[in-house]
């Protein structure tokens, strides 16, 4: 009678252990893939400024999506000349190179997200996991495989085949002012380019630069600078010295003060000031607006240097390029941006009023409107401005303008934000003020 409860006894423990011991159904685990972070695409990469001896900063967009905030973005470089990498948190990145001038670069950028962020806390699986019982999220990005945005960039230098200073000292044989016209050729007197007044017989001095450029560029432009190369000051209070475009019916061996190309110091779209202090180096000036205008027409580009205020002692002089080769003055410029693209907006005046009078807000294109216009979508995300929707720059040209003027129910000083989009977004800080 025992054996048989015995052999039930030890019927039921291993019927218990086998129970225990036996393995889950395959899709009694959940676990998670939580260490894998993929690219999200930037937008609007573009370059917003080139410098000598060859440096570009980028900048680009991002709008995080959903709660996910991005903790680094990715940069890369390629090109022929090399590749570079870097990791930032900035929207921007400064490349100080030195790039090549004519080599196209390729400028790509991603943001990376932190994946962690998001878990759910389950445990990681083990090799022999079932697929069935993993859990995995990932962002994956609708441009390219690994997420890159990319643009191209390529850098030009044009140096000046033209650059002669004037001055307006009287010829002392006749009656004042009968101007000596003296034709300075080529000259290198502290550098043989200069800008300034003095109270004594060399008065008035203006120096005039002239580019010319061999063929315009199939892109549109994404930036460019004029440089001299500042050798002295002849004051150790500030000079400032004022660019602007001015005519091409100037030649370096005949232009002197009677004949020399009109211009009005004052209204000089750039400046830049000069001290002793400031020592012997490149200085930049900044007309993007004029050296598009000119590099898509007829490829001249001059220029007039002069001090803003002509009846205050001091000069500036500059390297002439028969001073010195490599020193003589320059237009380096980045082309690759898309055409037709917004490349400037600007508004005059710079501060609204709110209920007063419209300014003239004005866009110009890295390149001349195709047939039929450049159409441009304007947008205002504070919505403390008043301005159309759409604005058009008409086939062939390469700006176009519009009114802008403040919202009438603003009470206190604040700032509108104009945006203008058309395959680049470009934007504007208007300060409005009571």
Not at 246 to 275: E, H, I, M, R, Y
Not at 359 to 373: D, I, W
Request: with cysteine.
């Amino acid at each position: 009678m025992r054996r048989p409860r015995r052999l039930y006894w030890l019927l039921g423990l291993f019927l218990v252990l086998g129970a225990l011991l036996a393995p889950r159904p395959s899709r009694a685990y959940l676990y998670e893939v939580a260490n894998r972070i993929d690219p999200i695409p930037v937008t609007n990469l573009l370059v917003a400024d080139a410098f000598r001896p060859g440096g570009v900063r980028i900048e680009w967009d991002y709008t995080p999506m959903g709660a996910y905030s991005p903790i680094e973005y990715d940069v890369e470089r390629l090109g022929s000349t090399g590749n570079q990498s870097w990791v930032t948190t900035n929207k921007y990145l400064v490349d100080n190179g030195p790039l090549t001038v004519g080599v196209t670069y390729t400028y790509r950028v991603r943001v990376r997200f932190d994946a962690n962020g998001a878990s759910m806390g389950l445990p990681a699986p083990p090799p022999n996991a079932n697929p069935a019982d993993i859990y995995s999220y990932s962002w994956f990005s609708p441009v390219g495989e690994e997420g890159w945005y990319s643009i191209q960039v390529v850098l030009q230098e044009q140096t000046a085949g033209d650059n002669q200073a004037v001055d307006s000292r009287w010829d002392l044989r006749y009656g004042n002012p009968t101007y000596l016209d003296f034709l300075f050729q080529n000259r290198t007197w502290k550098g043989g380019l200069w800008a300034g007044y003095a109270a004594d017989g060399s008065r008035v001095g203006r120096s005039f630069l002239k580019f010319s450029f061999p063929s315009s560029p199939s892109t549109g432009l994404w930036y460019g600078s004029t440089y001299a190369y500042h050798t002295a000051s002849a004051t150790s209070a500030a000079v400032t010295v004022g660019a602007q475009k001015v005519a091409d019916t100037w030649l370096q061996g005949t232009v002197k003060w009677t004949n020399a190309p009109a211009l009005t110091p004052l209204l000089a779209p750039s400046v830049v000031v000069l001290t002793n202090q400031a020592g012997a180096g490149w200085i930049r000036w900044v007309l993007l607006e004029d050296l598009v205008t000119e590099l898509y027409g007829d490829r001249v580009f001059s220029l007039g240097l002069a001090t803003l205020n002509e009846a205050t002692v001091g000069w500036g002089y500059f390297a002439k390029k028969e001073y010195d080769a490599t020193r003589g003055p320059r237009v380096l410029y980045a082309v690759g941006a898309p055409l037709a693209a917004p490349l400037r907006l600007s508004c005059s005046p710079g501060t609204l009023t709110p209920g007063g009078g419209a300014a003239t807000a004005k866009v110009v294109l890295t390149s001349p409107a195709p047939t039929g216009g450049a159409l441009l979508t304007l947008s205002n995300p504070d919505g403390n401005l008043v301005a159309p929707s759409t604005v058009t720059v008409p086939a062939g040209t390469l700006s176009t303008t519009f009114s802008v003027s403040a919202q009438s129910g603003i009470t206190q000083n604040t700032t509108g934000t104009l945006v203008v989009t058309g395959g680049l977004t470009r934007r504007l800080a208007i300060p409005i003020e009571l």
